[in-house]
Each structure stands twice: as C-alpha cells, then as structure tokens.
C-alpha cells in the first residue's frame, strides 16, 4: 500500500512534461509564442528524473528516464494544438521483507493533447506581450496493469494511470530582443481509475531567459544563446486509494531550475536541471533529488 | 550595320520592362524578437506562390519579400501573411527589381 504514495512522484513528472510546449522559451513550461499558420513544431526531450530521499523505512530509490516527443500544430496564428506522448523506463528499488528488491517498467506513458489560444498580444519594434490559455486532456494510453514476478506493479512505476484527466491554464510572454519572461499558472483534476485516483495538481511557473551571445546584434537572423532560470512550485493534493485519503501523498515543492538555451532559425538546443529547494510533503511521500532535461526542438 | 543596330535592339529589349521584372517589397514588423520565431515568417512566405526569396533583419524588424518576374503583391496580402505567422505589419515600401 505504501508504494501507492509514490504516484506523487509520477504524476508530477507528467505534469512537468506534459506542460512543455515547443516555441523557443521555458525549458520546463509552456509559452505563449505562436505557432504560424498551417506551421509544425516538433520537439524531443529527454528527462530523468531521480528521487532518492525517502523519509520511510523502505529506502526507496526511483529513477524515471523519459523521451517526450511533442508535436504542435498552428490552426491560425491564434490558435494551436499540441500532442504529448511520452516514453518512459521507470526503475523503483526499495526493501521489502528485509531484501533489496528491483522493480522496474518501459513503455509508452499517457499521451496528452492540448489547445492553447493567444487572446492578447502587443507588438512592437522588437518586442512583443502575449497573453494565452490553454486547456486539454490527457488520455489513459499508457499501461496500467503492468506487473512483475512480485505481483501487480504499484502506481510509481506504471507508465499510465488508466485515468482521463483534464487540465487547464494561463500563460504569458514579454519577449524582446535582449531577453524573454514567461509566467504560467495551472490546474489539473485527476480523475479515479483501478481504485485510485492521484491528488490534483497546481503549478505556478515563471521563466526568465537572458541573451548571453551575441552581446550585439549585427543584421540578419543570428542564433542566440540564452541563460535561462526558472522557477516551479508544484502542489498536489493528497491522493486517494479505495475513496480514503492517502496521508503520506502529495504535498508542495519548490524547485530552482538553471539552463541554457542555443536557438537558431530552424532549431533549439536546450537543457535545465531541476533542483528541489523546499519540498514540504505530506507524512513519508518520496522527495526529489533532482530533475535532469536535455532536448532539442525543430521547426519544419 | 544591320548586325549592329539588331545586336543594340535585342540589349535594349532585354534590359527594357518589357520582360516584367519582381518585386522587392521592405516591410517593417513588429513583435519580431527571437530567431526561431522569425522562421515563421520565413515559412510563410516561402510557401507563397510567387516568393522568389525572403531574408529577415531581426535588429531592426525588416523583412525583405522578392517576388519572382511579373509577380505582384497587395498591402493587404502581405500583411495577412505577417499576421498568419502571428506578426504585425506596421509599414512596408515597394521597388521594382531591375532586369
């Protein structure tokens, strides 16, 4: 039963991924550039996240590698869609029964699709403000039901929740010549699925990149290297297991999250490390160690 | 002298409007601030019939449209292109391109 806390964990991995957008702007959130019309952006991420400080008695240590393909597509220049599907190995250790047991699972995660619509946008010589919503569904593709030789594998190391989950937010941008801001906030509700239902999720985002090179601009399109910081607190609620309150789920974390960023005309490459600075959970629910992301982003 | 005066007819007429030359429209856009997002202009452009080429000042917000010989476009047209790629034409001048 214990290992159901874990989902904590799990779930706030999609979230993160689930929210990353393709436009050149935060590495961990989403943005609200456009997407031309009849335009594609592709994305791939890679994210491992580790969690290893367990305040239980089982000494848990969680390992979830994931590549995130992303694909965005520009109705107009107002409104896109966004498909998310992840692909996840998920490795939990942990002592059970006085042995050092290795549970571990890969396949396809829940894929995510999303509209975002630009309701506000003020340009000018070379800067520009946006304002955009977003809302979306999440659907149960991943697997559910998974198990090993120990028996049925619990939540933490599934690659879907079986559930159909909704989400929705806000998201703004002021970007200029010389450097980008973007703040997000959002809201998930997670529906019940197999008995369990995962706590509901709310995030609040922000993201300052800052053109590092080339200090001046000369004509022409030149690519632009970024220093990027962000900042991302993470709420979830406590889940739920057989309609009852989990007590060691969910909880708050606050990470600080350094990057950089190469964009050129048809490209991005980019990488961020998520580093928990506070992480007030509830009873003895896993901590992060840390959240690692490299990708890149391609505009075809 | 027949030859002469044929050779002086054929250059003028090859240096002469009569073959019709592009366009070269300069428009300035706002909003324009990152390299990867001024690629959708660029997109844009270069899937519109009669795009000869399309180069992008991002300093100073100039995107520079050649057209391909005898193609023309509206005010109207190109600024909804701009605004397709989610851009705003402030102004834009036209030139015909010499032959």
């Known amino acids: ?31 609200a550039l456009p997407v031309a019309k009849d335009e594609y952006l592709f994305r791939q991420q890679f994210v491992i996240n580790q969690s290893g400080k367990d305040p239980g008695n089982l000494n ?32 939990l250790e942990l002592d059970m029964a006085g042995q050092r047991v290795k549970r571990d699972n890969s396949g396809v995660g829940d894929l995510s699709v999303f509209g975002r619509y630009i309701f506000h946008q003020h340009n000018q010589p070379g800067e520009t403000f946006r304002l955009a919503a977003f809302a979306g569904l999440k659907a149960p593709t991943g697997d559910e039901t998974a198990s090993d030789n120990i028996g049925s594998l619990p939540p933490a190391v599934l ?20 450097y980008q801001f973007d703040g997000q906030i959002s809201y998930r509700v997670n529906n019940e699925a197999n008995n369990f239902e995962a ?22 399109v030149p690519a632009f290297l970024y220093g990027v910081l962000e900042v991302n607190l993470v709420n979830q609620e406590k889940n739920e297991a057989g309609g009852i309150n989990d007590n060691n789920s969910g909880g708050t974390r606050l990470f600080i999250s350094p990057g950089i960023q190469y964009v050129t005309r048809r490209w991005i490459a980019e990488t961020a490390l998520q580093i928990p600075v506070t992480q007030n959970l509830h009873g003895t629910a896993l901590e992060n160690d840390y959240i690692f992301r490299v990708g890149m982003r391609f505009n075809f | 002298m027949k030859q002469v005066l044929l050779l002086i007819l054929f250059v003028v007429l090859w240096s002469s409007p009569v073959f019709a030359a592009g366009k070269q429209y300069d428009l300035r856009v706002d909003g324009l601030a990152c390299p990867f997002c001024a690629y959708g202009i660029e997109k844009r452009f270069s899937k519109t019939e009669g795009v000869a080429n ?4 991002l300093k100073n917000g100039l995107v520079v449209v050649k057209t391909t010989d005898g193609k023309s476009f509206t005010e109207d047209q190109l600024r909804n292109i701009v605004k397709d790629a989610g851009f705003t034409m402030k102004s834009m001048s036209e030139n015909s391109l010499g032959k």
């Open chain 2, 54 to 57: 399309v180069e992008i000042d």
């Open chain 1, 1 to 31: 039963m214990r290992l159901k806390k874990l989902t904590v964990i799990v779930f706030v991995i999609v979230i993160m991924v689930l929210m990353s957008a393709v436009e050149a702007a935060p590495i961990t959130f989403n943005t």
């Open chain 1, 159 to 178: 690659t879907g929740s079986g559930s159909w989950d909704v989400f929705t937010g806000l998201v703004l941008t002021q970007q200029t010549l010389a």
């Open chain 1, 199 to 220: 706590g509901n999720l709310f995030r609040l985002d922000g993201s300052l990149q800052y053109r590092l090179w080339p200090r001046s601009l000369e004509s022409g």
């Open chain 1, 60 to 91: 848990r240590d969680r390992t979830a590698i994931t590549a995130v393909t992303t694909l965005a597509y520009g109705i107009n220049h107002k409104f896109s869609v966004f498909g998310v599907l992840p692909y996840q190995i998920i490795e």
